[in-house]
């Protein structure tokens, strides 16, 4: 079993920047491939980023392309989203997941953190 835990968001404003990480314990990260997720108030939990578990391969939602990237430490067993140039629509709460395969379909991720709630102030 693996834990996720998720943190630092916070309030920025419009083109600011934040870096969430995820840590996990339980067991090693190097066996799952990661992404990000975030959900908006009254929308579906969106696909951000995943990155393969070497960290060589990383898919990017057309949405944050250009301002995102997703990265992981495997000696520190965390995994980290990089958010530049943030704009108001980027507010949501972010999650963490695990999963065997490259995907950007929730359904595919096993492991899920509780989430970080980011807000962009415009």
């Known amino acids: 079993q693996v834990q996720l835990v998720e943190s630092g968001g916070g309030l920025v404003q419009a083109g600011g920047s934040l870096r969430l990480s995820c840590a996990a314990s339980g067991r090693s990260l190097n066996t799952n491939i990661m992404g990000w997720f975030r959900r908006a108030p009254g929308k579906e939990r969106e696909f951000v980023a995943a990155i393969s578990r070497s960290g060589e391969i990383a898919n990017v939602a057309d949405s944050v392309k250009g301002r995102f990237t997703i990265s992981r430490d495997s000696a520190k067993n965390t995994v980290y989203l990089q958010m530049n140039s943030l704009k108001p629509e980027d507010s949501a709460v972010y999650y963490c997941?695990?999963?065997?395969?490259?995907?950007?379909?929730?359904?595919?991720?096993?492991?899920w953190g509780q989430g970080t709630q980011v807000t962009v102030s415009s």
């Open positions: 997941a695990g999963s065997m395969v490259l995907s950007t379909n929730t359904g595919n991720y096993r492991y």
